[in-house]
């Protein structure tokens, strides 16, 4: 039981962001590894018939003012994007196509990316968007922007989303761990206490 | 901020139980009321569009593994009923009917359906069956099964459900706590939180 576990996040929802702060403290603490997996929400809510939280009526306004109470009981950054909801795919091909070179980077990324986007607000839309905030972790901007150009990673963004729904994921953020799977940012704590019981 | 603070559920749900089980502990700590409020979450998603979450496609699996494990966390008694979801309309009427005139009695009564429905696997659709619940806290069945026929108390359940719905109640558990909303069992830490430090 002192293997990997799964962590499954949109790079559009802000509770993936809160999850991503915290999960390898989480992971470190209990000697655990996390393998960091950017899924397509998208897609997972054309199989199950949901549709996204903030075009639900109702819901809009509370998660309007559940995100910013999230954001400072975590004492983390938060600046709403102009431009929402984010559409991921370039930013998780760019994940996708790092990852095969140098897992650990692409989580550097993965945390840049999502800085960028919900800590200060800014628009990940674009290739050239996210290479900028790639630039900085040593990542040439024309390689990434020929990355998420390519189609085998492409591919593996799409069968990477697939295998989620496999492993039954059907929103985001959400863990696996030792076979039990976790829905949900206020989830984390149980999480925490599984790793640290060996489960309940 | 020393006020009385709203607690929305519905019988049907595992997850109104499990917050049912914590909520006065929580409210008394911290030198506060809860004002609890059965209300029907069908109608409420009928304004919200969204689907009960046992019939939405891959979440279904995932809430019968969750609602074991939150019990067993919680070190709550958990019999899942064998006939589910409860139709809630007769249970939540014995408690508006209740309520009038035994607030105390009316909260009793709310934990013993809950207890009995969730606890011990028990049908709770009929006025009946929740006779025999209430009938040990000192009830009279026929008081009972008078309180639920009456239209005033069909009226009143409707009208707090609409009350909900205005006060931008959308799933439940739901709590609304100095104008806070906190929805879902797994928010109860941070309603916890809210109170004793009187917000973040």
């Known amino acids: 039981m002192n293997g990997t576990f799964d962590f499954y996040f949109d790079f559009a929802s ?3 962001y809160f999850a991503a702060t915290r999960i390898d403290g989480i992971a470190e603490r209990h000697g655990r590894a996390v393998r960091w997996h950017p899924i397509l929400l998208g897609a997972i809510f054309k199989v ?7 075009e639900q009526p109702l819901r809009g306004g509370y998660l309007a003012h559940d995100v910013p109470r999230f954001a400072r009981l ?12 984010l559409n991921a795919l370039v930013a998780s091909r760019a ?56 189609p085998v990673v492409k591919d593996r963004l799409r069968a990477e989303t697939d295998e989620a ?13 030792d076979g039990e799977a976790f829905w949900g940012a206020d989830r984390l704590d149980q999480v925490d ?5 060996g489960g309940w």
């Open 14 to 16: 802000p509770y993936g």
């Open 48 to 54: 199950s018939g949901m549709k996204p939280v903030m």
């Open 74 to 85: 975590l004492g983390v950054p938060l600046t709403m994007p102009a431009k929402a909801p």
């Open 95 to 150: 994940y996708w196509w790092l990852e095969d070179v140098d897992p650990a980077k692409a989580r550097d990324l993965a945390k840049a990316i999502y800085h960028a986007h919900w800590g200060e607000g800014r628009d990940m839309t674009t290739a050239e968007q996210v290479a900028e905030v790639a630039e900085p972790l040593g990542i040439a901007v024309s390689d990434l922007l020929a990355g998420v150009q390519n």
């Open 165 to 177: 729904i496999r492993q039954g994921v059907f929103g985001a953020p959400f863990i696996i761990v």
């Open 193 to 197: 206490r599984w790793l640290e019981r």
